[in-house]
């Protein structure tokens, strides 16, 4: 008897351990598939940040010059000749290309504004009263105005237009020579409030977009003004008005040629000048921006909100060239001669408008803030993380 339970306290192990051995087995087999599992994830985790970094790492191998900076310095660097122009409300310093300080002016400005032509920029107080031009060599004046400033342009030569509010008109134009002095004052009486103004490539007419309310809507009138060759002993004067006849505010310029040039607004676009306005024919469903070249002038739009952005491109005549299509949104571009350099999603196209052709694209996996030609071989590209400048 005792036999048999000292047997059967034997057989009992035995049977309990078959169980065990097969949870245990499960148990070491899903632990090896989690890891397997991680280990892939973990895998294709690394390729895909590898990947999202990519051009990043192309774009910094590639520059021949540049710096890193953060995101908010970044915003105030405007590319300028040899290198940048960093405008702060306190300060305006003009870096090399490698960062470098090669001098700075103290300013006080509230909500500074910057625009450069050629050798020339104007960095002005939006709804202040100081303005400032500079070339690479330093700071030619300071001015303060007698309005609250609004808008802005600046020409080759250096001679500057600006929209001010004095409250005694719907706005007032005032014009100065490249070294600050006085040149008219056109006070907006019937014509409506001036909102954009533009020199031709000449420099010989300013033309200003103005929108009428006092009617039901609203009227576009384009304002043009004759700028003399010599300015000591001659004024500017008035040389012609055009109204589109559409009920839109029109504050986009861009010439086709010194005496014909382009209006937009949200759909429309008008060709005014020698004595005639044109309406471009069909409309455009929405209008982002349009720019002048050396040929003719250049619309970017899209078929409908939410829809991909192109490129038309127009000869001096106002013929169509051509059409390019871009993307979903065009972070930022710069014009010299012929070509442009257009920062779309996450590439940036050099594009020859005088064929309509994209000479190349140039991957970059940062927001692009604002692109430049440097010369004709390199181009400066100001992105959220740093300064690069690029052969091309």
Known sequence: MSETVKNTEQTKPVRSKTPRRSSTALLVILCLLLAGVAIVLSYMLKNHVEAKSGSREQLRLSAIAGFDCEYTEAQQLYPFKNGLLKVTSNRIAYLSISGNDIYGVDVEMSNPVCKICGDYAMVADTDGFLCAVFNEDGKIFEKHLPGKIGNLAIAPSGISALIM??????????????????????????????????FSPDEKIL???????????MAPNI????????????????????????SDIMPLIAYLRNDLLAVAG???????????????????????SIFSYDGGYAVIYSDGLEQPLKLA???????????????????NYHVSGNRALIAVDENIYV?????GKIDSKIP???????????????ICVITSVGVREISI
Do not use: H
């Open 351 to 355: 594009i020859n408008l005088s064929n």
């Open 266 to 288: 949200i759909n429309d676009v008008a060709i005014v000048g020698e004595g005639k306005c044109t309406m471009v024919d069909p409309p455009f469903a929405c209008v982002s």
């Open 364 to 378: 970059v996996d940062e927001t692009v803030i604002r692109v430049s030609f440097f010369g004709s071989k390199n």
């Open 223 to 246: 304002k043009q003004f004759s700028i003399p060759t010599d300015r000591v002993n001659q004024k500017p004067s008035e040389y012609a008005v055009y109204s589109p006849q559409v």
């Open 207 to 217: 033309s200003v977009s103005l929108v009428d309310t006092d009617g039901s809507q």
């Open 165 to 198: 509010d004095e409250g005694k008109s719907f706005g007032e134009v005032y014009i100065m020579n490249n070294d600050g002095s006085f040149l008219a004052q056109w006070s907006s009486n019937e014509s409506g409030y001036p909102v954009s103004l533009e």
């Open 313 to 331: 491109i127009y000869d001096s005549n106002a013929g169509k060239r051509g059409v390019i299509d871009l993307g979903n949104q065009v972070q």
